[in-house]
């Protein structure tokens, strides 16, 4: 549910406003950027979702014997976004924001993103691969756009020799919308000779027509539904 602004208190400006909520995690403050596009008009139909669009680079890391051992992502937030994730960090005013200046909203993203499961799901046939804790975690702004990059170790490695998985990133409740990279929606890293990855998209599917896809249908949706899966983009990981 979207958290009105406009309740209780005058809004002044956006630093008074993200400080406090930076704490609460990202989703949070997600909806508060959706309330303000409400509350000052600027779209719409500000409450439809998705609210947030990523550009989505995974790399495959794969150690000895061909056994998968982590994911690392590569994730490109829209500009609207990430011009309001910024406001207030640039410490040194000096119109860049850097590395040492995004350290806590990157750590804010790392920590929130564990609700989700990292928005990041891996399945060897019907069984799902759990992550540990992130590590190697930043964020870069390129003077319009954050990026995100972070790596997932694998709970226990998996050896595909001989097997196939697949990975998938969406957001289940369909508030962050993401879009892979073909080229390079899921690379493998390491000299691993017969393992590849391949990009199948999104597998052409009937919608029940009695499906009513309203904010109310959508805000029902939470972080174990599996509506949203069979919609997003799948990438094969195969070894021989």
């Not at 000052?40 to 409450?47: I, P």
Request: aromatic share 12%; glycine share 6%.
């Amino acid at each position: 549910m979207v958290v009105w602004l406009a309740l209780g208190f005058e809004i002044t400006t956006f630093r008074s406003i993200v400080r406090p909520i930076r704490h609460d995690g990202l989703r949070e403050m997600v909806r508060v950027f959706v309330s303000l596009i409400a509350f000052f008009g600027a779209y719409g139909g500000a409450t439809a979702h998705p609210h947030v669009f990523i550009d989505s680079q995974s790399r495959l890391i794969f150690g000895a014997e061909k056994t998968l051992s982590a994911v690392a992502h590569k994730w490109v937030f829209d500009e609207a976004f990430s011009a309001f994730a910024v406001q207030g960090l640039d410490e040194n005013r000096d119109g860049i924001y850097t590395r040492e200046e995004l350290v806590e909203l990157a750590q804010v993203n790392v920590d929130s993103l564990a609700e989700f499961d990292f928005f990041t799901f891996l399945d060897l046939g019907e069984t799902p691969i759990d992550f540990t804790t992130p590590i190697d975690y930043w964020l870069d702004h390129d003077g319009s756009r954050l990026t995100l990059n972070f790596t997932l170790p694998l709970a226990d490695p998996i050896n595909l020799d001989g097997r196939t998985a697949q990975i998938q990133v969406f957001d289940p409740t369909i508030f962050v919308a993401f879009f892979m990279d073909q080229e390079k929606a899921a690379t493998i890293e390491g000299a691993i000779d017969g393992c590849r990855s391949i990009y199948e998209g999104v597998e052409e599917r009937e919608i029940d027509a009695s499906t009513n896809f309203t904010d109310d249908f959508l805000a029902s949706l939470d972080a174990v539904d599996e509506f949203a899966a069979q919609f997003a983009e799948v990438v094969k990981i195969s070894c021989t």
